[in-house]
């Protein structure tokens, strides 16, 4: 095992002005804590956690990710605790060592590979510190690296989520070594003959064509030196899983040098790799289609490069990459250049990307890129800030967007399950169906055979799926409520003429009116689209209700000036019969309260404005709107009784309107047309003796915007 001594020599060869006291605590407390773990392969554990923290000495990083390193494992597995950590390390690093045991503990085993995106993004949006997936990924690649001793069904388990998630998160970060490493080692493990024939392959070729690297390096090295280039070349045989990979891509058997070795010339400055570039093309021709100059145009993750194929004289092909050092470290390391240290400060690489900045940035629009891949990944990158990344009970993950509710996340697995949904249980414990859920947590639905979507659940749901398939049921549930009203609206109205609403008298009015049936009739007339009189009117245009002398609604109000109009207010609906007053609006308007109206405070000191007025005594005609709250039974049978006797009362019904729908009893409000105060005295009584009705009042806004719902009382 790496001795604390040993590992802070490795950090101390880059970053000379390391925190020694801090290292060697941390290698204590993590030695302390693991004392007594073995790992499979028998060797004590905190060789594990050394091991990973010497593999981010590689990536050169601060003592804050080596430390974290050091103690990834203590909170999970040992006795340790956040808070002791955060007591003898302090916060920072504190933060990271829970980051890691976050991701550590999610339940991947179960991940299908369709799922291995949102895998992905979970990870990344659980890592408020990119530190936390430094670590990570280090942690694999240690046990990815000893995964021998394993048994064989959990080898292939950690290699397919080597393979699904942790390889290409390395990608994503602009690590290429580490994913490279990482497939192999998986690639290993899923695939050992597929390997193994790559590499038996590599072997003969080698024997053919001796040693294909020195010649080809030797050659470039000699090129540049003629143009006095100050340039490193190194080559390379690809990693067996790249080169799998691209055979699988182009369906070939590999042949091509291209596609089994890599050439890298690296320059001091940016200028010598265009010189670069110049003396190799000159040299070789280059293959059309195959250059890319990532210098000028840097992908978002900080690569610079530029990327060329040549041809020789016996037609083979090379890749080659041409960039600085500097971009060099970057395109190993990728974001981790950014904590990277050299020579004891902060690298300054003007290359690395601040990772924070490098998201933000991903969240901008790509304008003319013509790098599809990087738009892509930007796009993705966008949605996961506001994205939380759940669990099914099977573990599967469904993707949200933030703020999303168990509702949402009920409809996300299906509608059948979102509309069936009675309540919610998150890691376990029943929350309230509003709740709002957080990345990670494990979500089970709750269902009830009968339920249906609530009208509240659309304050609830955020998602479009949720909202629109809420939407639909509750239409679908009006249009029925609405069909059972709209037919005793309908008998009520003719029945005002002493006609019957039979369904040959509908599938009349039906055509007349260009409806498509006559439930579509009785939906109108139910949701008040359609009055009754106007069904009447279609079938028999004659018949009108007898009416006696009655006052004109034009002149039903006595004491107005000459010049005068009146508007009955809709705030308190006065009806004829009760004590009113009038308030007047730049000397012509007159708006008509109750006496006993609310709002008549707001007039209070304004006497000019208010005018003495009372009703004609005469008999008035039943045109006064007037809003009834009305709290009954949920059973569609009692709406009916409710518009028949409205109906019997010779009242109409102009607009209904539910505020509130309850498993047990619906809250509605009616509004009908009524001559007088002793109309609606009468009418009420009726109402009130009916069992089903719970409850029954009079209906009056105080505010403009309650009574905004309902129409307005015509001017009259
Ligand atoms: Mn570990």
Redesign the pocket.
């Known amino acids: 095992m790496i001795s604390a001594n040993d590992l802070i020599a490795l950090v101390r060869n880059y970053n000379p002005k390391t925190n020694e006291q801090l290292i060697e605590a941390a290698y204590n407390f993590g030695g302390l804590m693991h004392q007594g773990q073995f790992r499979h392969s028998g060797e004590p554990y905190f060789t ?2 050394v091991a ?1 923290a010497a593999i981010l000495t590689e990536q050169q990083l601060d003592d804050a990710t080596i430390v974290t390193a050091l103690l ?2 203590t909170i999970e597995d040992t006795k340790a605790s956040y808070s002791m950590i955060f007591e003898q390390f302090g916060e920072d690093i504190a933060k990271l060592v829970d980051g890691v045991t976050k991701l ?1 503990n999610l339940q991947l085993s179960s991940v299908e590979t369709k799922q291995a995106e949102n895998f992905r993004k979970l990870f990344m949006a659980m890592s408020k510190d990119m530190r936390v997936i430094l670590v990570k990924l280090s ?1 694999r690649l ?2 990815m690296r000893t995964i021998k001793s394993m048994r064989p069904e959990k080898q292939v388990q950690k290699a397919r989520e080597t393979m699904d998630i942790f390889a290409p998160l390395a990608g994503r970060m602009g690590m290429q070594s580490m994913r490279e490493e990482l497939e192999d080692l998986a690639f290993k493990v899923l695939n050992p003959e597929g390997r193994n024939s790559i590499i038996r392959r590599f072997i003969t070729m080698q024997r053919e064509t001796g040693d294909v690297i020195e010649r080809i390096t030797g050659d470039m090295r000699h090129e540049l030196e003629k143009t006095l280039i100050d340039a490193d070349v190194f080559g390379r045989a690809k990693k067996p899983y790249s080169i799998w990979r691209k055979m699988q891509e182009k369906e070939q058997s590999f042949s091509r040098l291209s596609d089994i070795y890599g050439f890298r010339i690296l320059t001091t400055t940016e200028e010598d790799c265009y010189r670069a570039l110049g003396a190799i093309h000159q040299r070789w021709r280059a293959v059309p289609g195959r250059f890319k100059d990532y210098i000028s145009q840097p992908k978002s993750n900080g690569y610079r490069s530029i990327h060329t194929t040549v041809s020789g004289r016996d037609g083979k092909r090379v890749e080659v990459q041409i960039r600085t050092r500097q971009m060099h470290d970057v395109a190993e390391t990728g974001v981790a250049a950014h904590w990277s240290y050299r020579d004891g400060v902060r690298s300054q690489n003007p290359f690395a990307v601040d990772p924070a900045k490098w998201i933000a940035q991903l969240t901008e629009q790509f304008d003319g890129d013509d790098d599809h891949e990087d738009f892509l990944e930007a796009v993705k990158l966008e949605m996961y800030s506001d994205q939380v990344f759940c669990f099914t009970p099977k573990g599967e993950v469904v993707k949200l967007p933030r703020g999303a509710t168990p509702i949402d996340f009920a409809y996300a697995i299906h509608t059948r399950i979102g509309s069936a949904c009675v309540g919610a249980k998150v890691d376990a414990m029943r929350v309230p169906l509003w709740t709002r859920l957080k990345n990670g947590q494990s979500v089970e639905i709750i269902i009830a055979e009968g339920q249906t979507p609530q009208a509240t659940w659309l304050d609830i749901a955020v998602t479009g799926k949720a909202k629109s398939a809420i939407r639909k049921a509750l239409r679908e549930a009006d249009r029925e409520r609405f069909i059972t009203l709209g037919r005793e609206l309908a008998r009520a109205a003719f029945a005002h003429v002493g006609k019957k609403a039979t369904d040959k008298a509908l599938a009349t009015a039906a055509k007349h009116l260009r409806l498509d049936s006559a439930d579509e009739v009785l939906a109108r007339l139910g949701s008040a689209e359609l009055a009754g009189r106007e069904v009447v009117q279609t079938i028999y245009p004659d018949l009108t209700p007898k009416k006696g002398k009655e006052v004109d609604a034009r002149s039903a109000v006595i004491g107005l000036l000459p010049g005068q109009s009146f508007q009955r207010a809709t705030c308190c609906e006065p009806l004829p019969g009760e004590r009113i007053v009038g308030i007047t609006f730049r000397g012509e308007g007159v708006v008509v309260h109750a006496i006993d109206c609310a709002r008549m405070v707001e007039y209070e000191d304004q006497p000019d404005r208010w005018l003495d007025l009372h009703w004609h005594d005469g008999s008035h005609p039943a045109v006064y709107g007037t809003t009834l709250d009305l709290t009954i039974g949920n059973d569609s049978g009692v709406l009916g009784r409710i518009c028949t006797l409205i109906g019997e009362a010779q009242a109409n019904i102009s607009n209904l309107q539910f505020v509130d729908r309850k498993p047990d009893f619906y809250r509605l409000l009616i509004y009908v047309e009524l001559r007088d105060a002793q109309h609606l005295h009468k009418l009420m009584g009726a109402l009130e003796a009916d069992n089903d009705v719970a409850a029954i009042q009079r209906y009056r806004g105080t505010a403009r915007d309650d009574v905004a719902a309902v129409p307005s009382a015509q001017a009259v």
């Open positions: 594990h956690p990973v990834h494992d550590t942690d240690h046990n």
